[in-house]
């Protein structure tokens, strides 16, 4: 460090006073003056991290107890590393275990370096938090000031990164007599499922690529947030919790027990009556109905209208008429009616895939007659469809509105990642909770000891003893801050 604050003085400043020099004399804009100033600084900062990381490698190199445990292999073994504030390379120490006779960067960890890191967590959770919005590639551009990573990087930074972190306790759980879920999935192209070149073919020649990542909503409430003045009505979804992911097969139970675990924890279970759960009556929706004892599925009008329309199109002039003695027998809970009323349309009905179509509604609504009947027998407690809003939202801005492809992993990953911004969450507290995670599951040998005397002789350095003479007004308590850095930044070795 007293190398690099030296250097800036002695050659440095005088650059930045041309930089200036230039600026006032119009030679340079506004932004490039500061462009020029920001990137001077920022060298300063880089030099000084990596000053301090090669002493720091220095006094492990002299700790007794590390001559006592581990044999030097190599020095000045180099280390590139990507940091929010740009690219370092910087010199360590390779050491051998006298025990085990593995090979170790001691420093690495000591500073928490993995064994493979190249990217610091700052700097990955900048990439992480444009990729979500935008794209892999954008996202590798985000990862420090001047710096960028590949998209495959991006891609592997995506897949690796586990979406979970343990919710926090409430100190008092909500009391509701309602909540309400609305289930629907977005229809996302696959670019392969596992490796490229895996995407099996259906009797129509064309390639099965296409992944359904789901989305469940829970919420609370709909309150209107329109003025007196406003020619439209918008309104707001309260207590919003969002879940999402591929979720396919067994692992659609495992999707709805998340959904419960949610809401136990959320909210008083006593007081809880009942849970609607709003779909297009999909299997793995109503399957949140036998996950959730209270809850109760409901028919989402979008798609009912959708399976109605479909039915009568071909009718022309006499659609509307036939649409309204539907719904008027749908109202009633009359199946009977209903049934002579398609049975009229499919006498009119003379091309072949038009019958279909009109058997399918029909059997449609039967299959979910339940879900319709509901509207009637608890108007109070049943609400608009939102579903399909949702998902464009949540998931498709990012992953289907445009041409792209998706592996299977990587589409999963993507959905649990917008899931978990959408829940307000920050993927840095994900990032640090995962690294938490991954060391409390670490055994580290004989850390203790080695990682007390590295602070102590870190500490006792007196950085500003031997600054003095050389920076005229540089005391020594500007640089105490320098000497609790290191030591609170000195955590384990193993």
Request: hydrophobic share 30%; glycine share 8%; with cysteine.
């Amino acid at each position: 460090m007293i190398n690099s604050i030296r250097d800036f003085i002695e050659n440095q400043t005088y650059e930045i006073e041309n930089i200036m020099k230039k600026f006032v004399e119009g030679e340079l804009d506004l932004d490039t003056f500061g462009n020029e100033l920001q990137e001077k600084s920022l060298q300063l900062t880089r030099n000084i991290v990596v000053e301090t990381l090669e002493e720091m490698d220095e006094t492990i190199r002299n700790s007794a107890k590390r001559q006592a445990a581990y044999v030097v292999e190599k020095k000045g073994e180099p280390k590139e590393l990507l940091m929010p504030l740009g690219r370092i390379r910087f010199k360590r120490t390779c050491y051998t275990s006298k025990k085990t006779g593995k090979s170790v960067y001691l420093l690495d960890r000591v500073i928490g370096l993995g064994k493979h890191q190249r990217i610091t967590m700052g700097a990955a959770a900048a990439i992480l938090e444009e990729t979500v919005e935008s794209s892999y590639q954008k996202g590798g551009k985000h990862a420090s000031v001047s710096a960028w990573v590949s998209k495959e990087t991006v891609k592997e930074l995506v897949h690796n990164t586990v979406v979970e972190i343990p919710e926090k306790e409430r100190e008092e759980k909500k009391k509701v007599r309602c909540l309400h879920i609305e289930a629907d999935e977005d229809h996302v192209a696959a670019q392969f499922y596992g490796k490229k070149g895996d995407l099996e073919k259906g009797e129509n020649g064309r390639k099965n690529n296409t992944l359904m990542p789901k989305l469940v909503l829970v919420y609370e409430d709909i309150v209107e947030e329109s003025g007196e003045c406003s020619k439209s009505k918008r309104y707001r979804l309260t207590g919003k919790r969002y879940f999402c992911g591929l979720y396919s097969g067994k692992d659609n139970e495992k999707l709805w027990e998340e959904v419960r675990d949610y809401i136990c924890g959320t909210y008083e279970w006593e007081r809880l009556e009942t849970i609607y759960i709003a779909g297009d009556g999909a299997g793995w929706i109503k399957a949140g109905c036998e996950v959730l004892e209270k809850g109760k599925f409901v028919l989402d009008r979008f798609h009912m209208g959708k399976y109605i329309n479909r039915s009568v199109s071909h009718l022309l002039d006499s659609a509307e008429e036939v649409k309204e003695e539907i719904y008027e027998a749908l109202e009633k809970g009359d199946q009977r009616e209903v049934r002579k009323i398609y049975k009229r349309i499919r006498k009119v009905t003379e091309k072949e895939s038009k019958e279909k179509e009109v058997n399918e509604s029909l059997r449609y609504l039967m299959n979910n007659w339940e879900g319709i009947q509901i509207y009637q027998e608890e108007p109070g407690g049943v609400w608009g469809c939102h579903a399909e809003g949702q998902v464009s939202h949540v998931l498709s801005s990012r992953m289907s509105s445009r041409p792209m492809g998706w592996s299977r992993k990587g589409a999963d990953q993507m959905s649990r990642l917008r899931a978990y911004r959408m829940n307000g969450g920050k993927i840095i507290d994900l990032l640090k909770y995962q690294e938490e995670k991954k060391k409390r599951e670490e055994e580290v040998e004989k850390k203790e000891e080695l990682v007390r005397e590295v602070r102590r002789r870190q500490a006792g350095r007196k950085y500003a003893e031997q600054l003095q003479g050389s920076i005229p007004g540089l005391e020594e308590h500007s640089m105490k801050w320098m000497r609790d850095l290191v030591g609170q930044g000195i955590s384990y070795i193993a």
